[in-house]
Each structure stands twice: as structure tokens, then as C-alpha cells.
């Protein structure tokens, strides 16, 4: 398996675009989560899917913020509109759950001027 | 309010000691830990695990120690090698698997110097 696999690696938009990240989770992982990493905040949890269905997304910061998960091969979080504060590296990770832990995309790296 | 706490942002050893990194959470329900290692332009990498059921689970070079009185934990690398300089994240959860959302501290920045 290629792992889960975000895209895109780097997006740079204006403030007040829409900005949609998107993950392809391991096959057959019934989990899926969207972290965010900021140098204040470290890693946060922003929502989080099971078999499909949104679970906790107590994390995601605003309105703005918006994520789903139409099948279990891909998710989207979406920005709109997009504020220069949402500037941090997103992270998709997808689970079994079993004890070897979440496995992580490589991330995008969202910059909004 | 942080409930994973990683108070060294940094953490510098030279190659060939011991490598400790420190973590303490607040939430008493928590019963499951990980620790992540992440390079620059990756995502976090699983390390190693532990359950509450247990104080120390030991992995080659990687061992954590959990004291849970203490709600601490720690990671310890010996001996340290050139690779192991990344960033190594804290987490943990409820849920015993990972189902309820891993909460990571804010992470150690670990350089091993030659």
C-alpha cells in the first residue's frame, strides 16, 4: 500500500479564497482523522470519521472549516473563506484501530498571504 | 489546555548516550500512549506505544517508561544515533486503540551531536 496519501504537497492562496485539501486513507482503515500543526499549537485534532460518518469534530476552529468524507478512499477539509491565521501544515492520518498507532500523510502545507 | 505536555521545545545529546524526552499529561482517563518521530516535510512516524497496564514496553533501541501516579512518561533512546535527530511527539488517548483521537503534546526537537 502507498500509505495515505495527501494532496495537494503545498498550496499558497489569497486570503478569502477557498482552499479543499484532500487525503486518500489506507484501504481498509476504518478511521480517519485531520490534524493541524502550528508552532503554538503542535498537533490538533480537527475532526475526525468512522466507516464514513463524522464523529467528533469538536476540534475544527470555525464555521469556516468543513470536512467530508463521501467514501472510504477519500476526504476533503475544506477552507472557506481562507484567513492568513489558517497558514499550518494539515495532516491526514488513517487508523485500524489496533495498538500500532495512526499512520500520517506527509501533509500540506497551507500558505494564505 | 494542554493534557499532553512536552515542556523542552529541545533537547540536544551527543551520539552514542542515552537520549531521555519527557512527557506528562492531565487527563486521568487516558490509558493509552504513543510516541510519534517526525522529520521535516513528513508526517509523524509511529515509534511505540504503551498501555496503562503497563510501566515499560521496550523496543530495540526505544523504550517508554510509564509512572502512572506521576501521569508521566518517557522515552528513552540508547544509544543515540545521527538518524534519530526529528522531532518526537507525545500522545495519548482513551480509548485503549486510538478510536477517540490521539491528543499530541507540542513535541521535543531531539539533535544528536557527533
Not at chain 1, 25 to 54: A, C, K
Not at chain 2, 55 to 84: C, M, Y
Request: charged content about 20%.
Amino acid at each position: 500500500d502507498a500509505g495515505v496519501i495527501q494532496s495537494p504537497r503545498h498550496e499558497v492562496t489569497e486570503m478569502g479564497q477557498e482552499v479543499t485539501l484532500r487525503c486518500k486513507p489506507i484501504s481498509g482503515h476504518d478511521y480517519l482523522f485531520w490534524y493541524r500543526q502550528t508552532m503554538m499549537r503542535g498537533l490538533e485534532l480537527l475532526i475526525y470519521f468512522n466507516n464514513n460518518v463524522p464523529i467528533d469534530d469538536s476540534g475544527m476552529p470555525e464555521d469556516r472549516f468543513s470536512a467530508k468524507m463521501p467514501n472510504a478512499s477519500f476526504s476533503t477539509l475544506k477552507i472557506q473563506p481562507s484567513e492568513p491565521r489558517d497558514s499550518a501544515v494539515y495532516f491526514c492520518a488513517s487508523s485500524l484501530f489496533t495498538s500500532s498507532g495512526y499512520t500520517f500523510g506527509s501533509g500540506t502545507r497551507l500558505t494564505v498571504v | 489546555d494542554q493534557q499532553v505536555k512536552q515542556n523542552s521545545p529541545s533537547l540536544s545529546v551527543q551520539e552514542g548516550r542515552i537520549s531521555i524526552l519527557n512527557c506528562d499529561y492531565t487527563n486521568s482517563m487516558f490509558d493509552y500512549f504513543l510516541w510519534y518521530k517526525k522529520y521535516p516535510a513528513e508526517g509523524p512516524t509511529f515509534l511505540i506505544s504503551i498501555s496503562s497496564i503497563k510501566d515499560k514496553n521496550e523496543d530495540g533501541r526505544f523504550t517508554v517508561f510509564l509512572n502512572k501516579s506521576a501521569k508521566h512518561l518517557s522515552l528513552h533512546i540508547v544509544p543515540s544515533q545521527p538518524g534519530d535527530s526529528a522531532v518526537y511527539f507525545c500522545a495519548a488517548t482513551t480509548s485503549g486503540g486510538g478510536a477517540d483521537g490521539l491528543t499530541f503534546g507540542k513535541g521535543t526537537h531531539l539533535i544528536i551531536q557527533p
